[in-house]
């Protein structure tokens, strides 16, 4: 990882290996934005870390994690209608957040420039879905470009300012993962001033979409479209590269594995790399299919490009066999690689790939299994004494709603408190719905970061509906799951301010939940699940929600904290002589740090991985764990 002061270098033309996060990171300061706001999200979330260290020492600039994608949008939106340039960051499922936002500030439109970064994620590495951004653009009616490599990322980010000025309209700048998360050498450029405070001219007929502005509005929008797309056609950022009979429309990180593939097996094709795939250049993608017979289209997930090419194909009256998706040539689920890119060339072409794949599958297969690796909350995670606790007092017969962050992992045996996920915050609101329709108990769990960002109107909906839910909100100081970003509940902002931070009890209470408490799971496992019981209780005799604050610090933080500091605690270990190999600590507790000794046959505690929360302790029905004296 590169230092953050290193993006901070006004060094022109100095080379140096970033990721495409980091290198629009420093694409910010080269097109002198003077705002960005965020939501954390994988997989973009090291923009997020960089500014956040950088914007303390960049002039005129400010950076915030806001509680939502949606509040981000209407941060940075507010800021490019000011005048000034803005940028907005979140994942794929993060812009459905923002899509009520969205479609408004397309309508009224900015004066200063202003870029959505988007990441969709296709095979959901750290995902619930495989959003395609791609089709905002599209029902949006507004620019789309898509770099390729890290290199293309700063480069694009650049022209996507200059190109939302001209149109006046927010650019969405789409990235995926694999994009986001390679590395190439990246050129500095100079870095630009940003204006301190700016003059908000009223102009409300333009910036308050009521029915009568938006109807006047709509046409204008469409029009932008039509220049957007004579600037298409122009543009260097879509070319043509290679010569052949076979031609390939491609974007993104999907244009690496065309070049790789085409180089490893030895076809010519002409390539269409389309760096803005909305609006597409209709005239250049018009005269490139008139020129061949086939022309392969290479996208991920959805048929996007490819149905634009059918529908000018169709316009056009062009005789041209168009090969994608519709014939199953690609899939539209996952992301792609050069070896799917070439299986698909050797369809459609007499060519075969020079590497032998059936070799190599058995070259894998040969090869010793790994030990599984299931995804499982971190050693030491409070979570897991949580949930431990809540499976415990209910006798796992409750229903759990869960959210979206670590504590999704609840999921696997042996906590198996995960039932039903919609997106972020639907764990309160789901959780009302399932109150009002069986008689079972229903105890859902949200995070800190999860709460702040939309568990609060699920919270009023219970109180005003009086739903009969209760709601643990698991808050370890942090949005772990994304990186450890700051949040309204950690006292520090965006741009490493240290501000009051909001308590959520008192959050809780001011929305009128009647019954709150704060525990700490490691302080008594055994307190925590009467805790959990009386809240469930409660709930059941009121027919109102109740809410449990479980706060404790990430184990990940801690252990920082403890590496930082030199802070050495007694180690945990397994009694011998006391174990009785009942694997009550494996098979209720599941903590990894925790491992059965094949030959002893007795539980052993990996010094290497326990994170010293001693919750184990509490687990053990003989009093075999224990901690060395200090």
Same mark, same amino acid.
């Given at each position: 990882m590169v230092k953050p002061k290193e993006l901070l270098e006004d060094k022109p033309g100095k080379e140096i290996l970033l990721l495409a996060n980091e290198a629009i990171a420093r694409g910010v300061l080269e097109a002198g934005v003077r705002l960005v706001a965020l939501y954390p999200g994988t997989p973009n979330s090291e923009i997020g870390n960089n500014l956040t260290l950088m914007a303390p020492h960049i002039p005129n600039f400010y950076f915030e994690f806001s509680t939502n994608e949606k509040v981000a949008l209407e941060v940075a939106g507010a800021a490019a209608v000011a005048g000034v340039?803005?940028?907005?960051?979140?994942?794929? !499922?993060?812009?459905? &957040? #923002?899509?009520?936002?969205?479609?408004?500030?397309?309508?009224?439109?900015?004066?200063?420039?202003?870029v959505i970064v988007v990441a969709d994620d296709p095979s959901m590495w750290s995902s619930q879905n495989e959003n395609d951004s791609r089709y905002y653009a599209l029902m949006g009616n507004v620019p789309m470009i898509e770099p390729a490599d890290p290199i293309e990322a700063k480069s694009m980010l650049l022209e996507a300012f200059k190109f939302s000025e001209e149109l006046e309209l927010p650019v969405l700048f789409r990235t995926t993962t694999r994009v986001n998360h390679t590395r190439a050498p990246v050129t500095f450029g100079k870095i630009l001033s940003r204006p301190d405070k700016v003059e908000f001219e009223k102009e409300p007929f333009r910036f308050v !979409?009521?029915?009568? &502005? #938006?109807r006047k509005r709509h046409p204008w929008l469409l029009g932008q479209i039509d220049i957007a797309r004579e600037l298409s056609e122009k543009s260097p950022l879509n070319f043509t590269e290679g010569e052949g009979d076979l031609g390939i429309i491609t974007s993104g990180v999907a244009y690496n594995h065309v070049v790789e593939a085409l180089l490893t097996m030895g076809i010519k094709a002409e390539v269409l790399k389309l760096g803005i795939t909305h609006p597409i250049p209709?005239?250049?993608?018009?005269?490139?299919?008139?020129?061949?017979?086939?022309?392969m289209i290479v996208e991920e997930l959805e048929p996007f490009l490819e149905t634009h090419a059918r529908r000018l194909a169709h316009l056009s009256k062009i005789t041209v066999d168009i090969l994608g998706k519709d014939q199953g040539i690609f899939s539209r689920t996952y992301e792609y690689s050069p070896r799917i890119?070439?299986?698909a060339l050797s369809k459609i072409t007499t060519c075969n790939t020079p590497i032998n794949w059936e070799e190599m599958d058995q070259k894998i297969n040969d090869l010793p299994e790994l030990p599984p690796r299931p995804p499982l909350l971190c050693a030491g995670c409070p979570h897991r004494a949580t949930y431990y606790a809540i499976k415990v007092a209910t006798r796992g017969k409750a229903i759990y709603p869960t959210d979206i962050g670590c504590y999704t992992l609840s999921i696997a045996p042996p906590l198996e408190t995960a039932d039903i996920l919609f997106d972020m915050g639907s764990s309160i609101t789901t959780a009302c719905g399932l109150s009002e329709v069986t008689d079972q108990d229903v105890v859902a769990s949200i995070g800190d970061s999860t709460f702040f960002a939309s568990g609060l109107p699920g919270i009023a909906n219970a109180v005003y509906n009086q739903h009969r839910i209760s709601l643990v909100i698991l808050d370890n100081r942090t949005t772990a799951m994304t990186g450890h970003q700051p949040h309204p509940g950690t006292g520090v902002t965006g741009m490493q301010k240290e501000v009051p931070p909001l308590d959520i009890e008192e959050v809780c209470k001011g929305l009128g939940v009647k019954y709150t408490k704060t525990v700490e799971p490691?302080?008594?496992?055994?307190?925590?699940?009467?805790?959990?019981?009386?809240?469930?209780?409660?709930?059941?005799e009121n027919h109102s929600p109740a809410v449990l604050?479980?706060?404790?610090?990430?184990?990940?933080?801690?252990?920082?904290d403890r590496r930082r500091t030199g802070e050495s605690l007694p180690k945990y270990y397994v009694d011998s002589e006391i174990c009785n190999a009942c694997k009550r600590c494996l098979n209720r507790l599941s903590c990894p740090a925790m491992y059965m000794d094949p030959e002893t046959e007795q539980a052993v505690i990996d010094e290497t991985q326990c994170n010293l929360c001693g919750i184990c302790t509490s687990v053990c029905p003989q009093g075999a764990i224990k901690q060395e004296d200090a």
């Open positions: 340039r803005s940028m907005m960051v979140c994942k794929g !499922p993060g812009l459905n &957040v #923002a899509a009520d936002p969205f479609f408004s500030l397309a309508y009224v439109g900015v004066r200063g420039g202003m !979409p009521i029915p009568s &502005v #938006a209709e005239k250049m993608v018009t005269e490139f299919l008139a020129r061949h017979q086939q022309v890119v070439m299986e490691f302080e008594s496992l055994a307190s925590l699940v009467a805790e959990v019981r009386e809240m469930v209780k409660w709930t059941r604050v479980s706060r404790e610090p990430c184990a990940l933080l801690e252990a920082a």
